[in-house]
């Protein structure tokens, strides 16, 4: 019984220990305010300029989406209008007429509450000191932004050519990347009003600027405007003269080469170069920023990619239509690919038809309309698989095509690409599809399958031998450790026989003295 008691008394201790430990729940800090989050910006944009790292201007520019979506004009006039130590200087002079009214600051004025020498408090006068001039830009960049967003176009376009010509009056490499963001949002404003030919002497002046100047950030920028500006109008003539003109930088970031690479591979294509085509289109999606994070440009890219494909008489995978981001994009695409592979050219014409004004806005009509000809090959190679003879009559009607002649021109070309082991009878008006071994015709090794077959066996051995030849590892400078123990034996050999010669070494020594 006394146990209990003291286990009963114990636990009555313990209870209001156990309560006392316990962790208080931390304070949730509340979300900053827009205007908080821009002063923290011009405290890291400051810390680039004074400590020479573009990294912390890098962390502003990659929140500027975010804070776009929550600016507003009150905060910016807050921060405009609390700026310290310039009151009426130039930088809020000139981005006041742009803000409504900003509220007064009572501590514009610094107050030094210290005590003098002769203990009465004196006021300080403000600092006559202007920002630096990344912190300007960056402000007038965002007041665009708000004014685009507020569909003041002119505003923006005016507010913008000012901060350009302010740009363009300095050259400090710690404004190169905030200065590439006021350009590409200049060639914005005139894309929104549909006047961006007025700008291409601009971007011409200001991108020979950059390449003397060494600006890879705005070099990257300019030349990917330009293309933008060329390829709108369809002038892909002097575009391509751009490409061969100038260097894309190396040190331009994934964003601005992705771009590039885009615009490359649409100029060769409409140049009929669908193999780098092909390549420059891979090389943009695999540098192109995760699909949830830009998804208008990674739909582009793979509605130019997929045409291209097909022109090179490649299908595309059907898992790329199911994907999340992709499926309702290219859902017109899916059904021109679905003609290519069956060679229906009915279902071609319909869904271009049908899709013709989409495939106008995404640029790539002109070159789906060099997809008929791969489906009337398609469709004769089924046929000349299917029928050993078919006359020129049905196959213009299976195909939809206008007349026999049509039909018969284009088994005779399919025949000469070697698309298909055929003849054309013209006097009967039918073609005979060609059977190895029937008629005394020779059978498959008078074709090139076998060298083919052969070539390619071939080659995978030579593959596989270096390969594994590269995969051998020997250990290094393994053989100078022979070499040394080699050369200290050689040197002991010849020191005992200097030393026998001279008698220095004689069995005597070795005995202990008495």
């Known amino acids: 019984m006394a146990s209990k008691k003291e286990e009963a008394a114990k636990m009555q201790v313990d209870e209001p220990v156990k309560a006392s430990t316990t962790t208080p729940t931390p304070e949730v800090k509340p979300a900053p305010t827009p205007a908080e989050e821009i002063r923290a910006n011009l405290q890291l944009i400051e810390r680039a300029v004074s400590t020479l790292e573009p990294r912390f201007t890098a962390r502003v520019l990659r929140s500027l989406t975010t804070l776009r979506k929550k600016l507003d004009a009150k905060a910016l ?38 005590p003098a020498a002769g203990g009465t408090m004196t006021k300080t006068t403000p600092a006559s000191t202007e920002p630096c ?6 402000l007038r960049l965002l007041v665009i932004l708000r004014l685009v967003d507020s569909n003041a176009v002119d505003k923006a376009k005016q507010l913008a050519h000012e901060t350009v010509e302010k740009i363009q009056q300095l050259n400090r490499r710690s404004l190169d990347a905030i200065a590439a963001k006021v350009y590409f949002y200049l060639g914005r404003l005139y894309e929104l009003q549909g006047d961006i030919a007025e700008l291409r002497p601009l971007f011409l002046a200001a991108q020979r600027t950059a390449s003397l100047r060494h600006d890879d950030e705005l070099q990257a920028t300019l030349i990917n405007l330009l293309l933008r500006n060329y390829l709108h109008y369809n002038l892909y003539q002097q575009a391509d003269k751009l490409v061969s ?87 017109p695409y899916l059904k021109i690919v679905q003609a290519v592979r069956t060679g229906d050219l009915a279902q071609f014409q319909s869904s271009l038809q049908t ?69 054309v009878d013209h006097a009967k008006g039918w073609m005979e599809s060609w059977r190895r071994g029937e008629g005394g015709r020779g059978d498959v090794y008078e074709t090139g399958e076998p060298r083919e077959a052969f070539q390619k066996r071939i080659g995978y051995c030579l593959d596989l031998h270096n390969e594994s030849v590269k995969a051998m590892r020997y250990p290094l400078n393994t053989h100078r450790k022979d070499l040394a123990t080699a050369a200290e034996a050689r040197e002991r050999e010849k020191e005992l026989a200097k030393e026998i010669e001279s008698g220095e070494h004689d069995d005597d020594d070795l005995e202990p003295d008495f």
């Not at 809020?92 to 009572?106: C, D, H, I, T």
């Open 77 to 114: 006039a807050e921060v405009v209008g609390g700026l310290k130590g310039f009151a009426d200087g130039p930088v809020k002079q000139g981005l006041l007429p742009y803000l409504p009214e900003a509220p007064s600051s009572s501590g514009s004025m610094d107050v030094d509450s210290s």
């Open 133 to 138: 001039p990344e912190v300007d830009v960056y």
């Open 245 to 331: 003109k100038t260097k894309f930088p190396d040190s331009a970031g994934n964003p601005q080469l992705s771009r590039y690479l885009y615009y490359l591979g649409r100029i060769r294509a409409v140049q009929l170069n669908y193999t780098e085509a092909h390549t420059q289109l891979q090389q943009a999606i695999r540098r192109a920023p995760n699909a949830t994070l830009a998804p208008g440009f990674y739909q582009t890219v793979h509605k130019l990619f997929l045409v291209v494909e097909l022109l090179m008489g490649d299908i595309p995978e059907r898992a790329l239509f199911r994907h999340p981001v992709l499926k309702g994009a290219l859902g």
């Open 355 to 423: 899709y013709a004004p989409l495939f106008t806005q995404d640029g790539t009509y002109t070159l789906i309309l060099r997809l008929r000809h791969n489906v009337i090959k398609t469709g004769v190679r089924a046929l000349s698989i299917a029928y050993s003879r078919i006359s020129l009559r049905d196959i213009c009607l299976k195909l939809h095509l206008d007349s026999e002649e049509d039909a018969e021109y284009i088994v005779g070309k399919a025949v000469r690409d070697g698309v298909i082991d055929a003849r």
